[in-house]
């Protein structure tokens, strides 16, 4: 069965840090895979989605930046955290090609900026 | 651009009452609806999704319908226990979007014993 993984759980970084925030998919291949911004437990906002290695579409101007690596590794990054980039950070993964699929997420990174 | 809007934004019913929750869309694109719930400190979890070729889907005590010409679906929950007791998100997406959802802004449910 496939599974998703994103660490750290919680992190809390000082402004103007550097972020990198990783994901990984298991038991699947060629996955489309999704970053998103969720603030105050509602709203998942849409970041970053990826159809294939080193194809990244930005859905907002941000101050965030993802790469992926690997078939199966996205990362989102930053090389200067603003106070506004705290929120709960999702990462998640459907099956590419197949139409009207579901996205499976992971269980989060809650990003906190001092 | 496209939206979902999604009420109502909490919801409080006594244990073993039903639980409906209603979403627009704006995207006539759309023929893909999950729901998801989420917990706290959680991932939101797929509880249940309908395809535009169905009005009508049930899964024990949750049920989806879907209205394409009024582009309206809801989620139904019977028998409703504390443990359904989370944030509730729809979302729609269509094939022309690269498999990206547009999600409302979640449905907080509490389920008082």
């Known amino acids: 069965s496939q599974t998703i993984h994103q660490w750290p759980a919680t992190l809390v970084q000082p402004v103007g840090s550097p972020l990198s925030l990783e994901c990984t998919v298991e038991g699947t291949s060629n996955p489309n895979l999704y970053w998103y911004r969720q603030a105050a437990g509602r709203g998942l906002q849409l970041l970053f989605y990826?159809?294939?290695?080193?194809?990244i579409s930005s859905e907002v101007p941000q101050n965030l930046s993802a790469s992926r690596p690997q078939d199966r590794q996205f990362i989102l990054s930053s090389k200067k955290l603003l106070l506004s980039d705290s929120g709960f950070y999702l990462c998640?993964?459907?099956?590419?090609?197949?139409?009207?699929?579901?996205?499976?997420f992971g269980d989060g990174t809650r990003l906190s900026i001092l | 651009g496209e939206n979902v809007e999604q009420h109502p934004s909490t919801l409080s019913v006594q244990e073993g009452d039903s639980a409906v929750i209603k979403c627009t869309y704006s995207?006539?694109?759309?023929?893909?609806f999950p729901w998801y719930k989420q917990e706290l400190g959680k991932g939101p979890q797929l509880i249940i999704d309908?395809?535009?070729?169905?009005g009508e889907k049930k899964d024990q005590r949750i049920a989806v319908t879907l209205n394409k010409t009024a582009k309206h679906f809801s989620l139904h929950i019977t028998e409703t226990q504390p443990e359904d007791s989370a944030v509730y998100f729809c979302a729609a997406g269509s094939y022309n979007q690269g498999g990206k959802l547009i999600f409302g802004q979640g449905t907080e449910l509490s389920v008082k014993p």
């Open positions: 995207d006539s694109a759309s023929n893909y």
């Open positions: 998640a993964w459907g099956i590419r090609d197949l139409l009207n699929q579901p996205q499976h």
């Open positions: 990826s159809v294939g290695i080193g194809q």
């Open positions: 309908i395809r535009s070729n169905v």
